[in-house]
């Protein structure tokens, strides 16, 4: 990850709020757990924040919330949050797996859209 990181830093410093973003819904929907995700996402993108144009104290701010609505990204089996809604939401797995995965996508594209609001009053 770090090679391909020092690689491509040119091409993630344009992406700015959508890289915090992206790895973390990566590592999300790869591994199931938002904590896992939230972590090393931030973890990776600590020290670049200045590489990425977020080195403010309130761009760094919104970089965090970008990687909190990547980790709530798309829910499934492999994610514990998946098996409470189902579970509790007295669902079959068949009708989880139609709901879940669309809803938390589009909450954390919600999440995002909401990131690039502020981030467009703020800077």
Same mark, same amino acid.
């Given at each position: 990850? *770090? #090679?391909?990181?020092?690689?491509?830093?040119?091409?993630?410093?344009?992406?700015?709020?959508?890289f915090p973003f992206l790895l973390s819904?990566?590592?999300? =929907?790869?591994?199931?757990?938002?904590?896992?995700?939230?972590?090393?996402?931030?973890?990776?993108?600590? /020290?670049?924040?200045?590489?990425?144009?977020?080195?403010? /104290? $309130?761009?760094? $701010?919104?970089? *965090?919330?970008?990687?909190?609505?990547?980790?709530?990204? *798309?829910?499934?089996?492999? #994610?514990? &949050?998946?098996?409470?809604?189902?579970?509790?939401?007295?669902?079959?797995?068949? #009708?989880? &797996?139609?709901?879940? /995965?669309?809803? =938390?996508? *589009?909450?954390?594209?919600?999440?995002?859209?909401?990131? &690039?609001?502020? &981030?467009?009053?703020?800077?």
């Amino acid at each position: 990850m *770090v #090679d391909f990181i020092k690689q491509n830093a040119q091409t993630i410093s344009l992406l700015g709020l959508m890289f915090p973003f992206l790895l973390s819904a990566i590592l999300k =929907t790869a591994q199931g757990s938002s904590t896992v995700a939230l972590m090393t996402t931030a973890g990776t993108v600590a /020290p670049m924040l200045s590489t990425i144009g977020l080195a403010t /104290p $309130a761009l760094a $701010a919104l970089a *965090v919330i970008a990687i909190g609505a990547g980790a709530m990204t *798309v829910s499934h089996a492999n #994610d514990s &949050y998946f098996w409470v809604v189902t579970n509790f939401g007295a669902m079959n797995v068949e #009708d989880g &797996y139609k709901t879940q /995965p669309l809803g =938390t996508l *589009v909450t954390g594209i919600a999440a995002l859209i909401n990131v &690039y609001l502020i &981030y467009f009053f703020i800077r």
